[in-house]
């Protein structure tokens, strides 16, 4: 029995102040994510959609809202979905720009493979793998999608795919409002694509 589960990264933010927004509530999909999440939906409108998942976050919401109206569904709440935590969260955290200059800050640096800083990667991957699995099981011999975060959503696909789960964030394969795709064969899982059906963004702008 095939089933897809799809890991959608939510559409680009409206963030004027260009901060690490993290798990901080109000923040929006701008104009361009709403288009985003529209173009992903029109890619999806001819799949076999059943579920349609999403983080708690109301960027994640209003990214799944147009797939879910196309496909007759309501979004369902997953909290393993949510973005990592991150002790940098709202603050401006660019290189040479905001906490990073500031030598209060730069303990929290120091160990980058767990990291120091935030969630620690393996425990995003076992909580996303929990997220997959439930969508997984509730799709059976069809497809759900489930929207997320950049770094939740690549940490599993590192997982998933056997590689160490620290990297270097400027080179994630993860753009705004793509799609990560895992096919699965009844329980086990024989393929993961990747696509982006609303176009390639920057992986280096993370607070996009």
């Not at 393993?80 to 990073?100: P, W, Y």
């Not at 939740?152 to 789960?165: D, S, W």
């Amino acid at each position: 029995m095939k089933t897809i589960v799809h890991m959608m990264r939510h559409g680009e933010v409206h963030n004027p102040e260009g901060i690490l927004y993290g798990r901080l509530p109000g923040f929006r999909l701008a104009e361009n994510g709403r288009d985003q999440a529209q173009r992903v939906s029109d890619a999806l409108a001819d799949h076999d959609i059943t579920h349609v998942f999403a983080s708690p976050l109301q960027r994640a919401q209003e990214t799944a809202t147009p797939i879910a109206s196309s496909h007759g569904l309501r979004i369902e709440t997953i909290d393993n979905l949510i973005e990592a935590g991150n002790q940098f969260e709202g603050l401006r955290v660019a290189v040479g720009d905001g906490a990073l200059r500031q030598p209060r800050h730069w303990p929290k640096l120091r160990n980058p493979f767990t990291p120091s800083w935030g969630e620690p990667y393996i425990n995003i991957a076992h909580r996303m793998l929990g997220a997959a699995n439930e969508a997984r099981d509730a799709a059976r011999g069809h497809e759900a999608v489930c929207v997320s975060h950049q770094l939740p959503v690549y940490t599993l696909r590192r997982f998933l795919e056997g590689r160490r789960l620290w990297h270097d964030p400027r080179i994630r394969q993860c753009s705004l409002a793509s799609l990560t795709s895992l096919v699965y064969d009844d329980d086990e899982l024989v393929d993961i694509v990747y696509s982006e059906p609303a176009g390639a963004s920057d992986p280096r702008i993370t607070g996009a």
